[in-house]
């Protein structure tokens, strides 16, 4: 009778690990056996010590998130964003009159984080470069997010506007590129946002941002579709919050209770990491190249617009040329 009672241990144990994975917007993903021994030798060399020192080494992270200026659901005040350089070229849009969110600091809601000691971790763009940027050969003014609300962030009482408008251009352009993604996901093909570019004449025209398309949720999953127009992933990287549950993972999942928590996560429809790169760097920004289908008008300016889907897209930066 002892090995039932060693079972029901074990299996209680397994089910109780799953609690860690029931995150919104953090994802999981399989890692090397070398990888779970380096994991396991940091974290003392066992299992139980690996699921419970994932937090611990945290704490002074945490302790400098709570510097940040960025309040999740609220976003951060004008002078966290750091200053436009003075040599930018008019190509680069100035966006600083339109951002609400800081790249470093969780800006988003937190209310789905659980268990609660993740909250405290930064769910954030911190390891993305600062500053005139290039990606895929365009430059990029990168200093900021423009935040756009979106259904399901609404329901978390999040405090976003639908849309932000009159984004100043004041030229003639053959196109505009944008680096982009959103939080949250929609069927493949979903309408979620709009770029609405507004002409000297009076005129207007609107690009419709797709789900799928042009980008994708921030977070990568393990079963996505992806079928990129005029669109490339910019950027990949990191935060606060991917780095321990990628590194939990590494010690404290085998086979079977990898599949239990795989089965839970896609019930709860959390993001699942494939892959060595995805599980290093689960975030990424999209690149799209927008047409102007009258590159002889003036554009005036430019909205930026949320369809209220689940989805809320964000904007990070804007070229034109």
């Known amino acids: 009778m002892e090995w039932i009672g060693c079972f029901i241990l074990f299996w ?9 994975f029931n995150i919104a917007h953090a994802n999981i993903g399989g890692q090397s056996q070398d990888d779970e021994q ?8 066992d299992e139980a010590n690996a699921g419970k020192s994932v937090y611990g080494e945290q704490k002074q992270s945490a302790r400098e998130n709570k510097k940040m200026k960025n309040i999740p659901g609220k976003g951060i005040s004008r002078d966290g964003i750091p200053k436009r350089d003075e040599n930018a ?3 680069l849009i100035d966006l600083t009159d339109y951002y609400n969110a800081g790249l470093i600091g969780t800006w ?7 268990p609660a000691e993740l909250k405290t971790l930064t769910n954030d763009l911190c390891e993305l470069p600062q500053g005139i940027q290039t990606f895929d050969g365009v430059h990029f003014d990168i200093r900021g997010v423009v935040q756009l609300q979106g259904g399901a962030m609404k329901k978390e009482g999040a405090e976003y506007p639908a849309s ?5 251009i004041g030229q003639s352009i053959e196109q505009f590129h944008t680096l982009h993604a959103t939080s949250w996901q929609a069927p493949h093909g979903t309408h979620i946002g709009t770029y609405v570019m507004h002409y000297e004449n009076g005129d207007s025209h609107e690009l419709n941002i797709i789900y799928g398309k042009h980008l994708l949720d921030w ?5 996505e579709i992806f079928e990129p127009e005029n669109t490339v992933v910019a950027w990949t990287g990191s935060n606060e919050l991917a780095k321990p549950i990628v590194r939990y993972q590494r010690g404290n999942m085998k086979a079977k209770i990898r599949s239990i928590v795989e089965s839970v996560a896609a019930m709860n429809a959390t993001p699942i990491l494939d892959g060595r790169d995805a599980a290093q760097n689960p975030i990424r920004l999209f690149k799209t190249s927008w047409n102007n289908p009258h590159p002889e008008r003036k554009v005036n300016s430019i909205d930026y617009v949320s369809e209220m889907t689940d989805c809320a897209p964000f904007l990070v930066a804007l070229t034109v040329e």
């Open 164 to 168: 932000v408008k009159d984004i100043p």
């Open 219 to 223: 977070w990568r999953y393990k079963q």
């Open 89 to 91: 070229p008019n190509a």
């Open 38 to 45: 380096e994991y396991l030798q940091a974290a003392g060399g």
């Open 108 to 114: 988003q809601t937190v209310e789905s984080v659980s």
């Open 12 to 20: 209680a144990a397994a089910v109780s690990s799953v609690s860690v």
